[in-house]
């Protein structure tokens, strides 16, 4: 089973700041089936970044993710009001697992 | 537009059983996996069950299996969990989330909660 770890498990920082979340897989990710997801309190996720560096339909580009192997990185270039959410990595190219991390709470300082 | 809504969460005694639905609208849902996503109260995303667009391959975290059992009904556009043995640990918000124009859960529903509690 490939595991997660998302780090920091907060990040505190103000708008209009750079924010960079890590995302580190215990075994090599295949093809980079890598996501990041965006989630507000009380809603469902939202897809942000496939592929491990596609965005998705109607994300700003601001986000963006890279990485392969083992290390991932989503980084929101200038931080909105809007994105303090908590943001979780996903791999899904090792079936049967669609692991998730933990997620990093990104919260206003 | 493309739709997921899930159904039938509830409160449950330890040991119950309960059937979450999915209905899918918006897209041809037979051409479609589906999966299962919970997360408990105050914790992160679990990733459940996949099931193939045709039903012929499932898979299943080792928390559920044995004991939930995923199946869809493409004629009704449905989505369903048959959940037995329920325990407290499975207290959560059911998602049930798809991979329309990507290989990553882009469509999600708005989740029903299943709460196991005495």
């Known amino acids: 089973e490939i595991v997660l770890t998302q780090s920091p498990g907060t990040l505190s920082l103000s708008p209009g700041e750079r924010a960079t979340l890590s995302c580190r897989a215990s075994?090599?990710?295949?093809?980079?089936?890598l996501a990041w997801y965006q989630q507000k309190p009380g809603q469902a996720p939202r897809l942000l970044i496939y592929?491990?560096?596609s965005r998705a339909t109607g994300i700003p580009d601001r986000f963006s993710g890279s990485g392969s192997g083992t290390d991932f990185t989503l980084t929101i270039s200038r931080l909105e009001p809007e994105d303090f959410a908590v943001y979780y990595c996903?791999?899904?190219?090792?079936?049967?697992?669609?692991?998730f991390g933990q997620g990093t709470k990104l919260e206003i300082k | 537009e493309v739709q997921l809504v899930e159904s039938g969460g509830g409160l449950v005694q330890p040991g119950g059983s309960l059937r979450l639905s999915c209905a899918a609208s918006?897209?041809?849902?037979?051409?479609?996996?589906m999966n299962w996503v919970r997360q408990a109260p105050g914790k992160g995303l679990e990733w459940v069950s996949y099931?193939?667009?045709?039903?012929?391959?499932?898979y299943y975290a080792d928390s559920v299996k044995g004991r939930f059992t995923i199946s869809r009904d493409n004629a009704k556009n449905s989505l369903y969990l048959q959940m037995n043995s329920l325990r407290a640990e499975d207290t959560a918000v059911y998602y049930c989330?798809?991979?329309?124009?990507?290989?990553?859960?882009?469509?999600w529903g708005q989740g029903t909660m299943v709460t196991v509690s005495s």
């Open positions: 099931i193939s667009s045709s039903g012929s391959t499932i």
């Open positions: 592929g491990a560096s």
């Open positions: 075994q090599s990710v295949s093809s980079s089936y």
């Open positions: 918006g897209f041809t849902f037979s051409s479609y996996e």
């Open positions: 989330a798809t991979t329309v124009r990507y290989d990553a859960f882009d469509i």
């Open positions: 996903q791999q899904y190219g090792s079936s049967p697992e669609y692991t």
